[in-house]
């Protein structure tokens, strides 16, 4: 049957509602198993060796003392891992980052592995692995890579999208643009201009759980991993395609995974894990430590970006433009396009440009974490338009809803909009309390807006009604948030049966079809359209044998309230069926009962959040309090509102810990200082407030229900809505993200020597 | 790596001293279990002091307070009269970590763990504390702050231990107070510490005053100048900018990732004039 996704308005009875979900009590009593806990007979303890400079030529590396090491099973160094790229610089790049081949590009970058029976073995084994290093120059700061001495991690790169192409080679891998209209005409045209440089530092995701997987490579040349991730097809493709296996003898199961962030839609060491297995022709456990975490896996860019505003007295934005640099680790990718391409989404501009370069550094490699890129964009255009309000003497919010993006306003990244919640949140915002609730002395009051694209993607479900009516659904997105849940709702209120009669599981690879990692906020959005429809499907079967069962045309069963029913005068004394009526007897009406589903999921809807903050500063130490916090975000429409609500305080909670605290520390030599919870501080539970949320459905057109992503959107706008606080409270315009207490005292006391 | 659980202090001191490869004395492991998590650790020997039951408790004598070795911080917490006498060492001791680390580690662990972060050292400083020491040669008293000498370095000898914390009763009109800056609100190190005793006369007037500061050295930091900036007064707005500036002054912090230079010298003097404001308070009863 056609599926049509568009949205029709309509009266739930599950959706909507909060009940308990289904991996709860296995969460909370231990018994979930997440990465680590996954075990085999025979497995060893694989180990990594990284190195420790920033940058340095790998001359040689000696792995005999090793391997004559007794209870060594395996040591694989790059050579195990053979480049079959074969020209796809992106894949080249991945098997890089796996393991180092030539040079070793950051502080904690994998230069050989060992597997061994146990863990002291695996540790000893480690250490007589000799490497010979020459090292090199490094560079670590995002605006230093950038000078024309500056050493150059790769003589391969050439700027890209400058035309001509530079006839040197350089740090900075690409260049992007966007935008329309003439700025320099729009600056002309305004009565008030703001400009200002800002820097973010580099932040990890910061997930509880370390990367875990166990690799078993069978001698038939069939594998198995078991592993934490987002997406588990898609780590099936990749470790599929470096290690040169069919996609289809690697089974991929994906654990309960304890946070991710965008940081596991990456593969780290699973590859090096299935090269050790391989190798040792055992099954490998292979397990990140913290430092490791820290060192070699996830971080964000650092950023250094350039705005500039102007407005009319009136307070209408004449022009509006960006310039910003992001940082990727050694490999070239796409970040500083992102913050790009989000910078002005929220406003309706007829001038404007955004441009943006991709900076190499000797840092780990960028990974996406939560709307990546888009928070520090956020930051520098939200405290440009705060202050260009101030200016302007307008209130933040009124100035905002003047040039708020609305249906039909052509983005600065291109797209022309359709129905879009950015308004709603600015007007939710300016008539919450919160706006209005007093302020005492040495206290801010900051907002600020964010947006995110949202993404859909190939998804694949499986609806299975069990003989006694209640239903099984196979989903192949990975339940980072709570989706098993809201999936479930989603089936029940399909079918008309209670959510307890749903349960929901995410298959493994080799038993349903490929689905995109959950990223993009995606998760709700695509499964539960999926959902929907096999649950029609299932429901097209469950006609069908009612009309059997009945012995009447199809055509005259309608499905209704979770039952089978005969329409027709001539059927009024047939009781309807229920759903557990028609598995029951499935076995003689044409044996099980699945509805399935294979799609596409597009349009998910772009997103829009307004976030209000209130900060204490404390003058003489600079120590910052976060008082009071409000998200106001559009869901589309909320399928478990707690969830819902979950994903916006945690995007609020990380965005704090980003704007006060966190931060990648290097030293002089370009190690990491701070590889660990204690120097990288997230906030621990007494440094936030009870984060208030509300809750905004404007439909998204593209869904049945009209649901949109929410998972991401919720970080951009806490990094702008904190500056604006604390800037607020102290009188000084905060410029660089974390906005820790030394860099709040040192701007408190450069004001007073001014 | 062994393990031993010795019920004496003798046997304890015995077999450290009879070790010949890498030994650590094991109190609430707060400290050294962490590190042993580590690739670089390396031990031959660990001794568990918490058998040994006159390390166990606290003695409160005509002269003072003698705190084992092996009490936890949090059983000093539940310690009424050594809360009332010194609450500033009580505040600070409960100031480390989490409740589920108050209940294992202790001063005496924090003490010569040699951290110049330690949080309940200049506390304990500020309160003239003396460690009793235990060794091969017998018993020895130091003050406290003689047991750090570099991060990380105590000047114990091999097979000494540090049997007690000795801290004397309170004349009347005293009190102490402790105060850290972290970036966070728990479970965070100490960028600054300042720990400030004091004893007043019947007028107010500061008869004497210790003021000690962690994080800003190598070792913590009994600071003379900032103690002699507030004797003889009854600790006016003057008084506290003296005594913030003296503690500015003796910092001899360095750049990290916990902060810089500038910022350690000013906090250093905010939080003493804001600790010396607690105990000045605390000693008038108020
Ligand atoms: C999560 C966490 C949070 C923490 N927060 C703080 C904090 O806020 N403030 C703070 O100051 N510290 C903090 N710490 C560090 C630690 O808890 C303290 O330093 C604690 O006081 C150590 O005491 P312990 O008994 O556990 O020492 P142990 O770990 O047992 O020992 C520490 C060191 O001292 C030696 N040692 C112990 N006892 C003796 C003795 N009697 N004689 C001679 N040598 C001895 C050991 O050999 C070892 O080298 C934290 C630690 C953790 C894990």
Known sequence: MRFDATYQDRTYKSVGTRPVRPDGVDKVTGRARYGADFNMPGQLVGRILRSPHAHARIGSIDTARAEALKGVKAVVTADDLPDLSNGDQAHHDLLDNCMARSTAFYDGHAVAAVAAVDARTARQALKLIEVSYEVLPHVVDVDEAMLPSAPVLHDTIFTDGVDPRPTTSSNVAARSEFGHGDVDAGLAAADVIVERSF??????????????????????????????????????????????????????????????????????????????????????????????????????????????????????????????????????????????????????????????????VNRPKTAAYRAPSAPMAAFAVESVVDELAQKLGMDPIAFRIKNAAREGTRSSYGPVYGPIGIRPTLDAAQAHPHMHAPLGPNKGRGMACGFWFNFGGQTCTDLNVNADGTVTLAVGTVDVGGSRASLSLVAAEELGIPYEHVRAVVADTATLGYNDMTDGSRGTFSSSMATISASRNAIEVMRSRAAMMWDIPVEEVIWEDGHAKAIGASYGNLAPLSVREIAEASGKTGGPIAGHSEMVADGAGVSFATHICDVEVDPETGSTRILRYTVIQDAGKAVHPDYVEGQYQGGAAQGIGWALNEEYVYGADGRLQNPGFLDYRIPVCSDLPMIDTQILEIPNPSHPYGVRGVGETSIVPPLAAIANAVSNAVGVRMTHIPMSPPRILAALDARTKG | MYYERPETLQDASRLLAETKGTAYILAGGTDLLVRAKSDHFEADLMVDIKSIAELRTVHHTAEGFAIGAAVSCADLGRHAALKAAWPGVVEAANLIGSAQIQSRCTIAGNLCNASPAADSVPAMVAAGARAIIAGPAGMRTVPVEAVPVAPGKTSLGQGEIVATIEIDNRPPRSGDAYLRFIPRTEMDIAVVGAGVSLTLDETGTIQSARVALGAVAPTVMLVAEAADAILGTRLEYAALERLAEACSAACRPINDKRGTVEFRKKVAGVLARRAARIAYDRSRGA
């Open chain 1, 199 to 360: 820097k973010t530092e580099q932040t990890h995701q910061g997930y509880i759980e370390p990367h875990a997987c166990v690799a078993s490579v069978n001698s038939d040349g069939t594998a198995e991993l078991w592993v934490c991730t987002q997406g588990h097809f898609v780590y099936r493709q990749k470790c599929a395609d470096l290690l040169g296996m069919d996609v289809s003898k690697l089974r991929v199961t994906s654990s309960e995974i304890g946070g991710g962030f965008g940081g596991k839609t990456h593969v780290w060491m699973e590859p090096v894990a299935l090269a050790l297995s391989r190798k040792a022709g055992r099954p490998v456990k292979l397990v990140m430590s913290r430092e490791e975490v820290f060192r070699a896996s996830g971080p964000t860019s650092a950023t250094s970006i350039d705005v500039i505003i102007g407005a009319r007295h009136d307070g209408t934005i004449t022009a509006a433009s960006a310039e910003l640099r992001y940082s990727c680790g050694p490999y070239a990718e796409l970040w500083a396009e992102l913050g790009a391409m989000t910078s002005f989404a929220c406003y309706d501009l007829q001038n404007v440009k955004t441009v943006g370069y991709e900076v190499l």
